[in-house]
Structure formats: structure tokens, C-alpha cells
């Protein structure tokens, strides 16, 4: 059963990541839909500082695909995948650009657009419904 949150300024999605990490639990593959400006990358970019990644978390909508890293409290260094499947037309091209061994690696993946790969992803993937509301606040939905 999803679950939502509503927000009303983008100063909560720290916050707001921080919490759907947890309900996450072991759980590291995000699938994000919501149609485009509401906010995907931004909740993305708050799950990585969350993670604590240092570089510059952008939309790989060009590249498909961008690679951050964090470093563990036991001081293991660990990747981040964050896809943007927007340009891409068939699950082929998904394929292959790489998308199956980021989606199937140990490492957390936040996937944009991810109904092109849905066959593609866990059973128990993460996923989560950006809308906006008539008031420009914002309802994230999750499972």
C-alpha cells in the first residue's frame, strides 16, 4: 500500500529523503516517476547529500547515466548510479547502455523515468510517484 508525503517547499526534501531512506531499509534501487519539474532530480540530489556524495549531483538526461561515490562510516568507498531513461525509446537501449548491471550491482541506483526498464527492475524496488498539487506543493507517494 503507498504511502504519501506532502511537501510544500524544497527545503523539506532533506528531510523527506532521510525518511524514505529508512523506510527503504535494506532496499537500494529507486524508481522515480512524475511528470516533468516535479522534482525528481531535486529529491535525488537530497538522497546524495543524504549519503553523503560530494560531487555535483546533476540529471544525467544526456549521458543516461552518472556515477557519484560516498564513503561508508567504516570508511568503504561506495557508487551511486543515477539514471535519467527520458531519451531513450526501447527497453534494447536501455540494455545496451549499461542500464541491467547498475540496476542488478549491490550499489544504490535512482532511476528517472523507469517504466522503459520496469521488467528490468527488483521485485522490491523502491518506488516513488512525484505530483504536483494546484498549490505548487508537492505529493510523493511510495512503495
Known amino acids: 500500500m503507498f504511502q504519501e508525503i506532502i511537501i510544500e517547499s524544497v527545503d523539506e526534501l532533506p528531510e523527506v529523503a532521510g525518511e524514505l531512506l529508512k523506510k527503504a531499509g535494506a532496499r537500494k534501487k529507486f524508481a522515480l516517476t512524475g511528470d ?4 525528481k532530480t531535486a529529491l535525488i540530489q537530497a ?3 543524504r549519503l553523503g556524495v560530494r560531487q555535483n549531483v546533476t ?3 544526456f549521458a543516461i547515466a552518472n556515477e557519484y561515490s560516498y564513503t561508508e562510516d567504516d570508511g568503504r568507498e561506495q ?3 543515477h539514471l535519467d531513461l527520458y ?3 526501447t527497453e534494447q537501449e536501455a540494455i545496451e547502455a549499461g542500464v541491467v ?5 549491490a550499489n544504490f541506483c535512482f532511476i528517472e523515468w523507469p517504466d522503459l526498464i520496469d521488467s528490468l527492475l527488483p521485485e522490491d524496488v523502491f518506488r516513488i510517484k512525484i505530483t504536483i498539487l494546484p498549490s505548487a506543493a ?3 507517494l511510495f512503495l
Open 47 to 49: 538522497f546524495c547529500k
Open 79 to 81: 557508487v551511486v548510479h
Open 101 to 105: 548491471e547498475m540496476v542488478e550491482d
Open 87 to 89: 531519451r531513450l525509446k
Open 138 to 140: 508537492r505529493k510523493i
Open 59 to 61: 540529471s544525467p538526461t
Open 36 to 39: 516533468l519539474g516535479a522534482g
